[in-house]
């Protein structure tokens, strides 16, 4: 069994980037291994992690910090790695 934790006032769009990116990380990366676990495709696994990325330009062109587009999260960079 899995405890995923969030941060109190997280969208339910941020719980479920977070949802993906903690799977990642239990799965060391492994794409196949979390959309597998989630029971979602890998491609949706791919569209969620693009959608993380988008977020992550737009917190750093100065245009958003909130805890829930990702906060503490591993960088996408480092999780769309191959695997």
């Known amino acids: 069994m899995i405890t995923y934790k969030f941060e109190e006032g997280t969208t339910m769009e941020g719980m479920k980037r977070e949802i993906l990116v903690q799977t ?12 597998h676990f989630l029971g979602i495709t890998v491609k949706s696994v791919y569209n969620i992690l693009n959608r993380v990325r988008v977020a992550q330009l737009v917190r750093a062109q100065g245009k958003g910090d909130s805890p829930e587009d990702g906060g503490s999260s591993p960088s996408p960079d480092t999780i769309m790695g191959d695997s």
């Open 24 to 35: 990642l990380d239990m799965f060391g990366g492994n794409k196949m291994k979390t959309a």
